[in-house]
Nanobody
Framework: QVQLVESGGGLVQPGGSLRLTCAPS????????VSWYRQAPGKERELVAT????????NYSDSVKGRFAISRDNAKNTVNLQMNNLQPEDTAVYYC??????????????WGQGIQVTVSS
Protein backbone atom coordinates (compact mmCIF):
# COMPACT_ATOMS: atom_id res chain seq x y z
CA GLN A 1 0.00 0.00 0.00
CA VAL A 2 1.39 3.38 -1.03
CA GLN A 3 1.30 6.04 1.64
CA LEU A 4 3.26 8.83 3.30
CA VAL A 5 3.88 8.78 7.03
CA GLU A 6 4.73 11.90 9.01
CA SER A 7 6.44 11.80 12.42
CA GLY A 8 8.07 14.16 14.90
CA GLY A 9 5.22 16.46 15.79
CA GLY A 10 4.09 17.41 19.27
CA LEU A 11 3.94 20.23 21.79
CA VAL A 12 6.76 22.73 22.08
CA GLN A 13 7.22 26.06 23.83
CA PRO A 14 7.66 29.28 21.86
CA GLY A 15 11.23 29.58 20.65
CA GLY A 16 11.68 25.82 20.62
CA SER A 17 12.44 23.44 17.79
CA LEU A 18 10.95 20.33 16.23
CA ARG A 19 11.96 18.17 13.32
CA LEU A 20 9.30 16.56 11.19
CA THR A 21 10.06 13.53 9.06
CA CYS A 22 8.14 12.24 6.08
CA ALA A 23 8.74 8.69 4.91
CA PRO A 24 7.01 6.87 2.08
CA SER A 25 5.69 3.37 2.28
CA UNK A 26 5.59 1.36 -0.91
CA UNK A 27 7.77 3.56 -3.13
CA UNK A 28 11.10 5.35 -3.30
CA UNK A 29 11.21 9.08 -2.68
CA UNK A 30 14.08 10.00 -4.99
CA UNK A 31 11.90 10.55 -8.06
CA UNK A 32 9.39 12.76 -6.26
CA UNK A 33 9.36 16.44 -5.37
CA VAL A 34 8.29 16.72 -1.74
CA SER A 35 6.52 19.56 0.02
CA TRP A 36 5.30 20.31 3.51
CA TYR A 37 1.96 22.04 3.96
CA ARG A 38 0.15 23.12 7.10
CA GLN A 39 -3.39 23.91 8.05
CA ALA A 40 -4.34 25.84 11.15
CA PRO A 41 -7.89 25.74 12.56
CA GLY A 42 -10.22 27.87 10.48
CA LYS A 43 -7.59 28.58 7.85
CA GLU A 44 -6.78 27.23 4.41
CA ARG A 45 -3.99 24.77 3.87
CA GLU A 46 -0.80 26.61 2.97
CA LEU A 47 2.46 25.57 1.35
CA VAL A 48 5.37 25.77 3.78
CA ALA A 49 8.40 24.37 1.96
CA THR A 50 9.38 22.34 -1.11
CA UNK A 51 12.44 20.32 -2.11
CA UNK A 52 13.09 18.90 -5.57
CA UNK A 53 14.02 15.30 -6.33
CA UNK A 54 17.77 15.76 -5.93
CA UNK A 55 17.56 18.33 -3.15
CA UNK A 56 19.09 20.94 -5.41
CA UNK A 57 16.29 23.46 -5.09
CA UNK A 58 14.24 24.45 -2.09
CA ASN A 59 11.57 27.06 -1.56
CA TYR A 60 9.87 28.47 1.53
CA SER A 61 6.87 30.56 2.39
CA ASP A 62 7.70 34.02 3.68
CA SER A 63 6.24 33.13 7.07
CA VAL A 64 8.87 30.44 7.75
CA LYS A 65 11.84 31.64 5.72
CA GLY A 66 14.96 31.77 7.90
CA ARG A 67 13.41 29.56 10.58
CA PHE A 68 12.53 26.31 8.79
CA ALA A 69 14.77 24.11 6.64
CA ILE A 70 13.64 21.31 4.37
CA SER A 71 16.08 18.58 3.42
CA ARG A 72 16.04 15.10 2.02
CA ASP A 73 18.12 11.99 2.41
CA ASN A 74 17.43 9.82 -0.59
CA ALA A 75 19.59 7.05 0.82
CA LYS A 76 17.33 6.87 3.89
CA ASN A 77 14.24 7.60 1.78
CA THR A 78 13.13 10.47 4.01
CA VAL A 79 12.41 14.19 3.86
CA ASN A 80 12.81 16.34 6.96
CA LEU A 81 11.50 19.71 8.01
CA GLN A 82 13.63 21.30 10.70
CA MET A 83 11.59 23.95 12.47
CA ASN A 84 13.40 26.44 14.69
CA ASN A 85 12.22 29.41 16.71
CA LEU A 86 8.68 28.11 16.64
CA GLN A 87 5.92 30.56 17.43
CA PRO A 88 2.26 30.08 18.40
CA GLU A 89 1.22 31.01 14.86
CA ASP A 90 3.07 27.92 13.62
CA THR A 91 0.51 25.75 15.39
CA ALA A 92 -1.16 23.61 12.74
CA VAL A 93 -1.52 20.16 11.30
CA TYR A 94 1.46 19.59 9.03
CA TYR A 95 1.13 17.47 5.90
CA CYS A 96 3.70 15.91 3.63
CA UNK A 97 2.98 15.78 -0.11
CA UNK A 98 4.89 14.00 -2.86
CA UNK A 99 4.51 15.00 -6.50
CA UNK A 100 6.00 13.02 -9.37
CA UNK A 101 9.15 14.71 -10.65
CA UNK A 102 9.95 12.52 -13.66
CA UNK A 103 8.20 11.67 -16.91
CA UNK A 104 7.05 8.28 -15.62
CA UNK A 105 5.33 9.61 -12.49
CA UNK A 106 4.39 13.10 -13.59
CA UNK A 107 0.86 14.06 -12.62
CA UNK A 108 0.74 11.70 -9.66
CA UNK A 109 0.70 12.85 -6.06
CA UNK A 110 0.33 11.47 -2.57
CA TRP A 111 -0.54 13.11 0.75
CA GLY A 112 0.26 12.05 4.26
CA GLN A 113 -2.36 11.91 7.01
CA GLY A 114 -0.96 14.92 8.80
CA ILE A 115 0.68 15.47 12.16
CA GLN A 116 -0.12 18.01 14.86
CA VAL A 117 2.37 20.68 15.87
CA THR A 118 1.36 22.84 18.82
CA VAL A 119 3.41 25.79 20.01
CA SER A 120 2.30 26.98 23.42
CA SER A 121 3.67 27.96 26.78
Amino acid sequence: QVQLVESGGGLVQPGGSLRLTCAPSGFMFRTWDVSWYRQAPGKERELVATVTTDGGWTNYSDSVKGRFAISRDNAKNTVNLQMNNLQPEDTAVYYCKAVGGFYFNRGREYWGQGIQVTVSS
